[in-house]
Antibody, heavy 121, light 111 residues
Framework: EVQLVESGGGLVKPGGSLRLSCAAS????????MNWVRQAPGKGLEWVSS????????YYTDSVKGRFTISRDNAKNSLFLQMNSLRAEDTAVYYC??????????????WGQGTLVTVSS | QSALTQPPSASGSPGQSVTISCTGT?????????VSWYQQYPGKAPKLMIY???KRPSGVPDRFSGSKSGNTASLTVSGLQAEDEADYYC???????????FGGGTKLTVL
């Protein structure tokens, strides 16, 4: 069974940093592209970042470029999101999501339960 | 403002069919056959219901179907059931610089 478990969320002041982690199990982690998707309170979904299976190609939505860094450790079946220079508008539940199929499709077939990031003074 | 436009709400009675639209541009929905749909219950993670415009992942009932015409994609739920009441989001590939964009979501109410 595919399982994705996020951690690392919490309350942080504007301008601060936070590192999210996603522990994966139940599948061959190194074969799949992985993603972060966020949802602000009461709002819709927003794609944040993607990283292909090898880590060689990385993509970001414009609003986080230069502030967020996605990475992965295939040996530890883990996905990360380093978030720097956080702003109030980054407040959201952050979901870790796996592509449905091998390759990069952007079809998020499996999701974690999410971790809440709150940016507030 | 979301990149893709969805109606904020839709509704139907049990057994009826309802269609939710998702309008983009030639740079996303109209340019690629990579539209997906997600179902989300309050407080829960989204679930993939449709991918590549018309395909259903394993386990998704065939009451759910997808289509596309020009810059508008659609999700149709046939034979509405109470359990279909949820928020639905469309998503589209939007090029290598903006991998995926989402719609603002549609709240489906089963009357």
């Amino acid at each position: 069974e595919v399982q994705l478990v996020e951690s690392g969320g919490g309350l942080v002041k504007p301008g601060g940093s936070l590192r999210l982690s996603c522990a994966a199990s139940g599948f061959t982690f190194s074969s799949y592209s992985m993603n972060w998707v966020r949802q602000a309170p009461g709002k819709g979904l927003e794609w944040v970042s993607s990283i292909i299976s090898t880590g060689n190609y990385i993509y970001y939505t414009d609003s986080v470029k230069g502030r967020f860094t996605i990475s992965r450790d295939n040996a530890k079946n883990s996905l990360f999101l380093q978030m720097n220079s956080l702003r109030a508008e980054d407040t959201a539940v952050y979901y870790c999501a796996r592509d449905l199929v091998v390759g990069i499709s952007g079809d998020f077939g499996y999701w974690g339960q999410g971790t809440l990031v709150t940016v507030s003074s | 403002q979301s990149a893709l436009t969805q109606p904020p709400s839709a509704s139907g009675s049990p057994g009826q069919s309802v269609t939710i639209s998702c309008t983009g541009t030639s740079s996303d929905v109209g340019g690629y056959n990579y539209v997906s749909w997600y179902q989300q219950y309050p407080g829960k993670a989204p679930k993939l219901m449709i991918y590549e415009v018309t395909k259903r992942p394993s386990g998704v009932p065939d009451r759910f179907s997808g289509s596309k015409s020009g810059n508008t994609a659609s999700l149709t739920v046939s034979g509405l059931q109470a359990e279909d009441e949820a928020d639905y989001y469309c998503s589209s590939y939007a090029g290598s610089n903006n991998l995926r964009v989402f719609g603002g979501g549609t709240k489906l109410t089963v009357l």
